[in-house]
């Protein structure tokens, strides 16, 4: 049976008894909170170990966390019974998964660059036929000036975004938020230093 190396190195990056980019939840999306209620249902993407997803059920959300990890799944359960908070989970391949039909009300996209362009396409493809008319897309990532810092996210410019890409990714739904900036991350071991982002939030039309 072939190993995909790519799943190897990240299962040994989740092996570590401490957590690869911290506990805490990505500023970003924590600085979203107003806008998360409980009960909505929530899709967090390549959930690593889980802070994310955990942060969206401290807060009331009925989140399903998924990743390609096993590792990284066990380490997020173990994060979500650490907190006292119910965490659905699933190890999937998202390039393989039957992705549910408009099944989340929001989905929580942070650091997913590990798609190259046509992937990519294929990705945000699903995210918009999964999320709920009238729900949401909470979305970070690396712009291409990151390239070459050494702060975190890959190497190849080709999986980064600017704004303008976003845009046009999701030019039929509603743009509450999306923006290039610099910011400096303290995300555990991974994702730490000056940093040149991409934020958006968006809403998928209601009708």
Not at 32 to 46: I, N, S, V
Not at 112 to 134: E, N, V, Y
Request: charge should be negative; proline fraction near 6%; aromatic fraction near 10%.
């Amino acid at each position: 049976m072939t190993v995909d190396p790519h799943l190897e190195r990240w299962n040994a990056r989740f092996s570590d008894e401490d957590y690869h980019f911290g506990t805490a939840p990505n500023a970003f999306l924590a600085s979203q909170r107003a806008l998360f209620r409980p009960g909505m249902k929530a899709l967090a993407l390549a959930d690593g170990e889980g802070r994310n997803g955990v942060f969206l059920a401290e807060l009331g959300l009925d989140v399903l966390s998924v990743d390609f990890s096993p590792v990284g799944i066990e380490k997020a359960r173990r994060l979500a019974a650490e907190r006292g908070v119910s965490l659905r989970t699933e190890c999937v391949d998202v390039f393989e998964w039957r992705w549910p039909e408009s099944a989340f009300d929001l989905v929580a996209a942070i650091f997913i660059q590990f798609a190259d362009p046509p992937r990519r396409r294929q990705l945000f493809a699903s995210i918009r036929r999964a999320t709920k008319p009238g729900g949401l897309l909470v979305l970070e990532g690396y712009h291409p000036n990151q390239v070459g810092r050494g702060t975190g996210g890959p190497p190849r410019a080709d999986n980064l975004y600017t704004a303008q890409m976003l845009r046009d990714a999701f030019d039929d739904w509603e743009i509450l938020e999306l923006v290039e900036r610099e910011a400096v991350l303290n995300e555990g071991r991974a994702h730490v230093g000056p940093s040149a982002l991409v934020d958006l939030v968006a809403r998928k039309p209601a009708a």
